[in-house]
């Protein structure tokens, strides 16, 4: 009988890449993502503003020549801010494996359809 063994992977992740800007609270806050851009902002903002116990949510890149993004979350009572943008994050990244599902299905149809590899 073979064993097998489960192949592990590991993520540098480096320094920290999402900080807490000051005078934030519960329901109110401001997050900078370094090296990040309008691609994950309005995508992120759009997956936020789906939540119904977000009040609101925007972004902006506070200068061209910064690869930083700031993202502005608030929420009703009963949540809190960062519960939003951990939901957010996790329905973006579930976005995105449909996505991915979704196109590579297609490609092995249409490649087992033409014969093509």
């Given at each position: 009988?073979?064993?097998?063994?489960?192949?592990?992977?590991?993520?540098?992740?480096?320094?920290?890449?999402?900080?807490?800007?000051?005078?934030?609270n519960e329901t109110a806050a401001s997050f900078q993502f370094d090296q990040e851009d309008h691609t994950l902002?309005?995508?992120?903002?759009?997956?936020?503003?789906?939540?119904?116990?977000?009040?609101?949510?925007?972004?902006?890149?506070?200068?061209?020549?910064?690869?930083?993004?700031?993202l502005r979350i608030q929420t009703y009572e009963g949540t809190t801010?960062?519960?939003?943008?951990?939901?957010?994050?996790?329905?973006?990244?579930?976005?995105?494996?449909?996505?991915?599902?979704?196109?590579?299905?297609?490609?092995?149809?249409?490649?087992?359809?033409?014969?093509?590899?």
């Amino acid at each position: 009988m073979m064993e097998q063994t489960q192949q592990q992977t590991s993520i540098e992740t480096g320094p920290q890449r999402i900080r807490v800007l000051p005078g934030s609270n519960e329901t109110a806050a401001s997050f900078q993502f370094d090296q990040e851009d309008h691609t994950l902002g309005n995508a992120l903002r759009f997956m936020i503003m789906k939540n119904p116990e977000v009040e609101l949510c925007g972004y902006s890149i506070p200068h061209p020549s910064e690869a930083k993004m700031n993202l502005r979350i608030q929420t009703y009572e009963g949540t809190t801010v960062y519960d939003a943008l951990e939901k957010g994050l996790d329905d973006l990244m579930d976005l995105c494996d449909v996505v991915t599902t979704t196109f590579t299905d297609t490609r092995d149809d249409f490649a087992a359809s033409t014969g093509a590899e």
